[in-house]
């Protein structure tokens, strides 16, 4: 079974960046679309970003030019880079998979998931 873990989320004041990093358990993570969603108190599990097996990306209109996201597949890791950090975006930020070419935009479209790191930035 394929195991994701996060890591790098923290407290940071608003302006701030923070790189967030996902390890993929599994010798096969260039089979897979990796994506970043978050989750804050009492709202909906939302898209942030993803990547396709080729390195194509895409990102939510609300991080578009604030986030990059990127993977090393000789590392088995995707990161998230988050600068100019807003109290908005606040909230657990969850890494995700699915074995397919393309990358996808909705929760359930992928099949592994990992147990998310929180994000808290103050104002």
């Known amino acids: 079974q394929v195991q994701l873990v996060e890591s790098g989320g923290g407290l940071v004041q608003a302006g701030g960046s923070l790189r967030l990093s996902c390890a993929a358990s599994t010798r096969a993570f260039n089979n897979y679309a990796m994506g970043w969603f978050r989750q804050a108190p009492g709202k909906e599990r939302e898209f942030v970003s993803a990547?396709?097996?080729?390195?194509?990306?895409n990102y939510a209109d609300s991080v578009k030019g604030r986030c990059t996201i990127s993977r090393d597949n000789a590392k088995n890791m995707v990161y998230l880079q988050m600068n100019s950090l807003k109290p908005e975006d606040t909230a657990v930020y969850y890494c995700?998979?699915?074995?397919?070419?393309?990358?996808?935009?909705?929760?359930?479209?992928?099949?592994?998931w990992g147990q998310g790191t929180q994000v808290t930035v103050s104002s």
């Open positions: 990547i396709s097996r080729s390195g194509s990306t």
């Open positions: 995700a998979a699915r074995f397919t070419l393309q990358y996808y935009e909705l929760p359930y479209d992928y099949d592994l």
